[in-house]
């Protein structure tokens, strides 16, 4: 085996170029499966420690203060390296730092053979949730002793190095041979490593079973799934007392299991709405287990009654808890056997057909590309279900995506018997024998705006975090199309055209050729209207004081706000291109008579036909779209466009949704169905459902309604506090930013960190945050923000949780769905009182419907959308039922408003302390 010297250093910041040095160095040398040498030392920088680092790290300036400088170890570590791969977790980073005081101590940079070991764990453990070496080392049980400190970094690295290694063996050999076609892009020096394997597994009778060729690629064999033996009990009552009373039920799967009297009041309100056949709203607050409670009824009820329950998610996160968590405790709960099956839309699931297309065309492909290329290679060998969410592609990998999902294959090819394997029709295929089927929203949304159902036939329907069902749905009813859609057509039709054009005939050649201008001709014609349409916007808009949450500029689009000559202009302009589509299609019928005539319809040509066809189709539906969209004065719909004034003057997006999506949820969902099921912890304003069943138009269906509330002790958890000496955010908005400052910062001391601080505007949380890193030491609080730290909401979480006194600055998506139980969180500080935007064009146009129908608008949607959205808010705060924290709204108009009873009588009943900012702080550090 090869000799591999793996180096990991702590450094004063993260630019070797910007002077950046290194503080420490820690070397391990691994050969023959053994570590045969260690190094370590502390390094002087000749420049102080940032706190940043000496948070992170723990080396501070006086540690070394005598620590020799890298100029007087760089001899002994430059020998070490001789001979030898050069491992490293982000070799780029190490190696740039390394190469950079070598050079400057007078010796040769490096150029040895690297490996990557985080770009190699993303290709061989590619379902993997983090690639930072802290994180692979809890999922590998690796031992990490002293993160951020060198020698250990480097220890675990050679363990992670390891586990990857034996990962390379078990790679199929045609696997491997893939990898080796593509591996040249790479960090990684990895092609000897790979011959080595390949010629290994060659002369080697070891054969791998647990794969199966599907279009020259080797994917992961189904297991056949076992049967359990055991049947019903007789009645659900029974069952229920066998779960929730017996030490053989809940109690014996789940440790410290309590009763809860509103798990089981729920699990009966299912059942019971289920055998007769009613909708049902069921408010379960914190603490309820509301899982289970469905999923107990929904699966007894479709076993014993063999019909099918289909239960609908807003998140993929709580889809996950489902089938990580919960239903495999339903499995040992129920005797019975039962069929589960997860589907999603088309676009969810790889392509093994296409995929292997893109393997043997594939060229130019950047870093990126190849990188997905070689994760999506080792994922094939290992997931069942071909789903894109088990895996976290980079960046541009969405666009190789983009080309390899099932959605790109037509249904000639989605259901021809060379495609029996497909991921998507095996989940089709499961879907339709399963008891159970969960969802999510958008895709449940999609079915209903069909012609043809894409789910298998159902009548028995759950909705979990049913606060989302109407949003959701409003969308799918409605229209999202921008230049970015066109384009990606365009790019993909012209890569087809100049990948195939060696391989047709002249006649065919010259057919293509022939609508080549008009396609380019197209392309002119669409970006000219997207420019006229970004210009209109600017025109409409000029002081920009319409934005969207992300800062977008908006214009409602309706005729009677646009001149008749520029209405005139975007007619003419939608029509040529209507045009150009046309000849487009025009052209693709006359390739096809030609194939036909010639009798010359190859494997080959027909699928490449099938392909080209399937975008010239694509860019006649969307086509449509933009026609009706800009052309068609829909009364029944809001339209509005939005435009990044600093993007490209192409960059527009269009956005249509009905006024009314009330009427056809009923029409197209509550009638036709026997039961539906909607749950979440916060449906009620004021203990009332009315809000709900009104946006979801079932009022007159007259459905169960239950409300269960939280078995947690809030009042004996909860502080809720609201200053009285604020200033008024409309009088001055800059002051109030000033005493929202102070207040975290002054809570913060108090809590030591642990705070989550959320806004209802990014400009706002940004303004806060500039606020903040000027009165906040870096060694005092880690500030972590949304939209400016970089990361998804998950890892800014993560990062949050792992720093001991840290700050969360979150909007938007940090009201719900975000779980940090324990002591990660003591305050939980709601800066505003989350208010739709009144300027937004959807909340305009139904404001307006419900005015024209004598309706108060702000009573009958603006408030209950935000007392809703403030629940969601105060349920970040306790998640167990022995969290304790406190809740600080700096909103005033909590306590003076006349509509701010509605929020404090929607919440559990806790203490309320209103006093000046002072005053609370030391209530609020005695309470603590």
């Known amino acids: 085996m090869a000799r591999f010297t793996v180096v990991d250093l702590e450094t004063t910041g993260n630019a070797p170029l910007k002077n950046d040095r290194i503080i420490e160095v820690g070397i391990v040398i691994w050969e023959d499966g053994e570590v045969v040498e260690e190094f370590s030392s502390l390094v002087y920088p000749e420049q102080d420690i940032p706190p940043f680092i000496t948070n992170l790290t723990g080396i501070t300036n006086e540690h070394v203060e005598n620590a020799p400088l890298f100029s007087e170890i760089a001899p002994e570590i430059h020998k070490m390296f001789t001979g030898a791969y050069i491992v490293a977790h982000n070799i780029q980073f190490d190696l740039g730092f390394l190469n950079k005081e070598f050079v400057r101590c007078g010796l040769n940079a490096l150029n040895n053979p690297v490996i990557?070991?985080?770009?190699?764990?993303?290709?061989?453990?590619?379902?993997?949730?983090?690639?930072?070496?802290?994180?692979?080392?809890?999922?590998?049980?690796?031992?990490?002793?002293?993160?951020?400190?060198?020698?250990?970094?480097?220890?675990?690295?050679?363990?992670?190095?390891?586990?990857?290694?034996?990962?390379?063996?078990?790679?199929?050999?045609?696997?491997?041979?893939?990898?080796?076609?593509?591996?040249?892009?790479?960090?990684?020096?990895?092609?000897?490593?790979?011959?080595?394997?390949?010629?290994?597994?060659?002369?080697?009778?070891?054969?791998?079973?647990?794969?199966?060729?599907?279009?020259?690629?080797?994917?992961?064999?189904?297991?056949?799934?076992?049967?359990?033996?055991?049947?019903?009990?007789?009645?659900?009552?029974?069952?229920?007392?066998?779960?929730?009373?017996?030490?053989?039920?809940?109690?014996?799967?789940?440790?410290?299991?309590?009763?809860?009297?509103?798990?089981?009041?729920?699990?009966?309100?299912?059942?019971?709405?289920?055998?007769?056949?009613?909708?049902?709203?069921?408010?379960?607050?914190?603490?309820?287990?509301?899982?289970?409670?469905?999923?107990?009824?929904?699966?007894?009820?479709?076993?014993?009654?063999?019909?099918?329950?289909?239960?609908?998610?807003?998140?993929?996160?709580?889809?996950?808890?489902?089938?990580?968590?919960?239903?495999?405790?339903?499995?040992?709960?129920?005797?019975?056997?039962?069929?589960?099956?997860?589907?999603?839309?088309?676009?969810?699931?790889?392509?093994?057909?296409?995929?292997?297309?893109?393997?043997?065309?594939?060229?130019?492909?950047?870093?990126?590309?190849?990188?997905?290329?070689?994760?999506?290679?080792?994922?094939?060998?290992?997931?069942?279900?071909?789903?894109?969410?088990?895996?976290?592609?980079?960046?541009?990998?969405?666009?190789?995506?983009?080309?390899?999902?099932?959605?790109?294959?037509?249904?000639?090819?989605?259901?021809?018997?060379?495609?029996?394997?497909?991921?998507y029709r095996k989940a089709r295929s499961h879907a339709e024998k399963a008891d159970i089927i969960i969802t999510n929203h958008s895709l449940l949304c999609t079915d209903l705006t069909l012609e043809h159902a894409f789910m298998p036939d159902f009548h028995h329907l759950i909705v979990d975090e049913a606060h989302h069902l109407e949003t959701t749905a409003s969308k799918y009813f409605g229209l999202h199309m921008d230049y970015g859609l066109w384009q990606n057509y365009f790019n993909q039709l012209e890569a087809l055209y100049t990948a195939k054009q060696s391989a047709w005939s002249g006649k065919m050649m010259e057919i293509v050729n022939e609508n080549i201008p008009i396609y380019k001709q197209l392309k002119e014609d669409l970006d000219s209207l997207f420019r006229y349409l970004f210009q209109l916007v600017l025109a409409n808009n000029k002081k920009r004081k319409d934005r969207s949450d992300v800062g977008r500029v908006q214009f409602t689009y309706q005729h009677n706000k646009i001149k008749p000559k520029q209405l005139s202009t975007i007619q003419e302009m939608v029509q040529r291109i209507s045009f150009a589509v046309n000849q487009l299609d025009r052209g693709m019928e006359a390739l096809n008579a030609h194939l036909e005539a010639e009798n010359i319809l190859t494997d080959s040509t027909n699928s490449d036909f099938i392909e080209i066809t399937a975008f010239v189709q694509k860019l006649k539906q969307i086509n449509g779209e933009l026609h009706q969209y800009?052309?068609?004065?829909?009364?029944?719909?809001?339209?509005?466009?939005?435009?990044?004034?600093?993007?490209?003057?192409?960059?527009?997006?269009?956005?249509?949704?009905?006024?009314?999506?009330?009427?056809?949820?009923k029409h197209s969902l509550f009638e036709a169905k026997d039961s539906i099921i909607l749950t979440s912890a916060t449906l009620t304003m004021k203990h009332s459902f009315r809000y709900i069943t009104d946006r979801l138009g079932i009022t007159d269906l007259k459905p169960l309604q239950v409300k269960i509330p939280s078995p947690y002790p809030f009042a004996d958890q909860v502080q809720l506090m609201v200053p009285n000496d604020f200033p008024d955010i409309k009088s001055d908005q800059t002051e109030f930013i000033h005493a929202t400052c102070e207040a975290i910062y002054s809570m913060a001391q108090i809590t030591e960190g642990r705070m989550l601080v959320l806004f209802t505007s990014y400009d706002m949380l940004k303004k806060t945050y500039e606020l903040l890193r000027e009165i906040i030491l870096p060694e005092e609080f880690m500030l972590f923000a949304q939209g400016i730290t970089s990361g998804s909401r998950e890892r800014l979480k993560k990062?949050?949780?792992?720093?001991?006194?840290?700050?969360?600055?979150?909007?938007?998506?940090?009201?719900?769905?975000?779980?940090?139980?324990?002591?990660?969180?003591?305050?939980?500080?709601?800066?505003?009182?989350?208010?739709?935007?009144?300027?937004?064009?959807?909340?305009?146009?139904?404001?307006?419907?419900?005015?024209?129908?004598?309706?108060?608008?702000?009573?009958?949607?603006?408030?209950?959308?935000?007392?809703?959205?403030?629940?969601?808010?105060?349920?970040?705060?306790?998640?167990?039922?022995?969290?304790?924290?406190?809740?600080?709204?700096?909103?005033?108009?909590?306590?003076h408003a006349r509509y701010g009873k509605y929020f404090i009588e929607s919440i559990p009943e806790v203490p309320l302390e209103i006093d000046s900012t002072a005053k609370l702080m030391e209530k609020a550090q005695e309470w603590l």
């Open 116 to 423: 990557d070991t985080v770009e190699l764990a993303r290709i061989l453990l590619p379902q993997s949730p983090g690639f930072k070496l802290g994180q692979l080392a809890e999922q590998l049980h690796v031992q990490h002793n002293d993160p951020h400190r060198a020698l250990s970094d480097a220890k675990v690295t050679v363990d992670l190095l390891a586990y990857l290694f034996q990962k390379f063996t078990m790679l199929p050999l045609v696997t491997l041979q893939q990898l080796l076609e593509i591996e040249s892009p790479l960090k990684s020096d990895l092609r000897n490593l790979l011959m080595d394997e390949i010629s290994r597994k060659m002369y080697s009778d070891q054969e791998n079973h647990e794969v199966v060729m599907v279009h020259g690629l080797a994917v992961k064999a189904t297991a056949p799934k076992s049967e359990n033996e055991h049947e019903v009990p007789d009645s659900f009552g029974d069952y229920l007392d066998q779960l929730f009373l017996s030490g053989n039920g809940l109690a014996s799967i789940i440790n410290d299991y309590e009763y809860r009297e509103g798990q089981r009041t729920m699990a009966e309100t299912v059942y019971d709405a289920f055998t007769s056949q009613e909708h049902a709203l069921i408010e379960a607050e914190t603490g309820t287990g509301k899982s289970l409670a469905y999923l107990i009824p929904a699966v007894y009820y479709a076993v014993t009654n063999r019909k099918r329950v289909v239960i609908s998610t807003f998140t993929t996160q709580l889809q996950r808890q489902l089938l990580e968590k919960e239903i495999p405790q339903v499995k040992k709960l129920f005797s019975h056997p039962f069929e589960i099956a997860l589907l999603k839309g088309k676009e969810h699931y790889i392509s093994t057909l296409r995929f292997s297309k893109e393997l043997k065309e594939g060229s130019r492909d950047n870093y990126d590309i190849i990188l997905s290329k070689a994760m999506l290679l080792v994922w094939l060998t290992e997931t069942i279900t071909g789903d894109i969410d088990e895996i976290q592609l980079p960046s541009s990998g969405k666009y190789l995506w983009n080309r390899i999902s099932t959605d790109q294959e037509e249904a000639e090819e989605t259901w021809s018997k060379a495609n029996k394997d497909s991921f």
């Open 630 to 665: 800009l052309l068609d004065d829909e009364e029944e719909e809001v339209k509005w466009l939005e435009i990044d004034a600093m993007g490209a003057h192409n960059s527009v997006y269009l956005y249509s949704e009905p006024i009314n999506v009330a009427e056809r949820l």
């Open 799 to 895: 990062n949050f949780q792992a720093f001991d006194q840290s700050i969360l600055l979150g909007t938007s998506s940090f009201w719900e769905g975000v779980d940090i139980p324990g002591d990660d969180l003591s305050c939980l500080m709601i800066v505003r009182l989350p208010f739709q935007p009144p300027n937004h064009p959807v909340y305009q146009a139904r404001a307006d419907r419900l005015k024209q129908n004598g309706k108060n608008a702000f009573m009958e949607q603006s408030l209950p959308h935000a007392v809703i959205r403030f629940k969601q808010g105060f349920g970040r705060l306790i998640r167990s039922s022995t969290d304790r924290g406190i809740v600080f709204v700096c909103d005033q108009r909590l306590i």
